[in-house]
Nanobody
């Protein structure tokens, strides 16, 4: 299984910003796309953003405009930036890797996951 590692989480006050990183430590399949999900306590894992190896991004309407996803292929790293954080953004943020670009909102289509990084936003 491919190995991913997230970093950059922490505790911030509302209105602050964070940039999360996801590094590919080991590849075991041809990764076509990577995505960010988040999971708040007691809730299902929620899709945030997806980006392909060529840089095409995908977002759902419910979180459109609130996050920025980028990637640096030379560094094998994907990033998620969020400004003006709100308490409702508190969650564990996970990155995943998948083959193909379809069904990006469905976490079951991802074949590898990082361990997650906690983001806590205080009011």
């Amino acid at each position: 299984q491919a190995q991913l590692a997230e970093s950059g989480g922490g505790r911030v006050q509302a209105g602050g910003s964070l940039r999360l990183s996801c590094m590919i430590l080991r590849r075991t399949f041809d990764i076509s796309a990577m995505g960010w999900f988040r999971q708040a306590s007691g809730k299902a894992r929620e899709f945030v953003r997806r980006i392909t190896t060529s840089g095409h991004t995908y977002v759902v309407e419910s979180v459109k405009g609130r996050f920025t996803i980028t990637r640096d292929n030379a560094k094998n790293t994907m990033y998620l930036k969020r400004n003006n954080l709100k308490p409702k953004d508190t969650a564990v943020y996970y990155c995943g890797a998948k083959r193909g670009n379809s069904s990006s909102e469905n976490p079951e289509t991802y074949e590898a996951w990082g361990q997650g990084t906690q983001v806590t936003v205080s009011s």
